[in-house]
């Protein structure tokens, strides 16, 4: 029996140590969606796994269906156990008062419209059990007090937490649950790290990857459904 994941930007940092994760693992098929399919570097795959790059720009709405009819037309895939709504941006770092409207509009775009199209267009081809995760952050929770200038980001990660425990609820048949990487040394990561004074990020990606691979082979509908959890299994706040 093969497993079929599909990992939104697949090609750099955190979706594609998650696409080499599973890949990695024997009898798995892995989409990479991507918005420049060029941009996917050689994976090495374990025995009966295979990497299917589909084009998906985050930004356009109707990407996903099309990315998704793609995998099903030139691939013949059309069931999708596990998805990672992992494509976003994190370039925002102002001060609430001064955040440019536009900034924040891609930001919505990418990372909160983005991930729904995803959500949209994967669920019709989920069976019972099928698990869909939205990459989250530390960012995100609302109690936190601000110690950082991204509310621009950091707002569109705690949309992801919302429609996750939403769809949580009203798919009772599918695991669904937010996912926080961890302070990692990705472009994203290593950028802000730097601009608040580090040298890089916390952790690297084989770290992330491994924890969150963890996870989501762990999850049910008992455990993390609904929930915002970290990388190392341990449950975030809101
Ligand atoms: N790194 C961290 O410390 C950290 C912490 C908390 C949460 N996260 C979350 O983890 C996820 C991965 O982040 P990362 O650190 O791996 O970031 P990254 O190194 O900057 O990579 C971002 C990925 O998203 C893709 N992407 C961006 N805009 C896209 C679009 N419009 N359509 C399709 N793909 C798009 C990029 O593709 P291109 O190459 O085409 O740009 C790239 O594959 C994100 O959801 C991020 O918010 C990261």
Redesign the pocket.
Known sequence: MSTTVLI????????MGLVQGYASRSNYTVISA???PD?MPEVKCGEGSKVVVVK????VNEDAEKGLKQAETEHGINNIDIVVA?????DSFYPLAKVPLDNFEEHWR??VL?ALALFQACVPRMSKGGKFIF?????SPIDRIPDKEDAGYGIT?SSCNYLARYAHFENPELVVFSL?????Q????DR?AVRYGLEK?HITVDESVAGMLKVIDESSREKWSGLHVRYDGTQSKW
Not at 8 to 15: A, D, E, M, Q, V
Not at 135 to 139: C, H, I, L, N, Q
Not at 180 to 184: C, E, L, Q, T
């Open positions: 939104s930007g697949g090609n750099r940092g955190l979706g991507v918005r420049n941009s998906l720009d985050a930004g992992n494509a976003a941006i994190g990418i990372n983005g990459m989250s952050s530390g960012a990660k926080s990487p961890g302070w990692v990705t472009d994203m990561g802000a990020a």
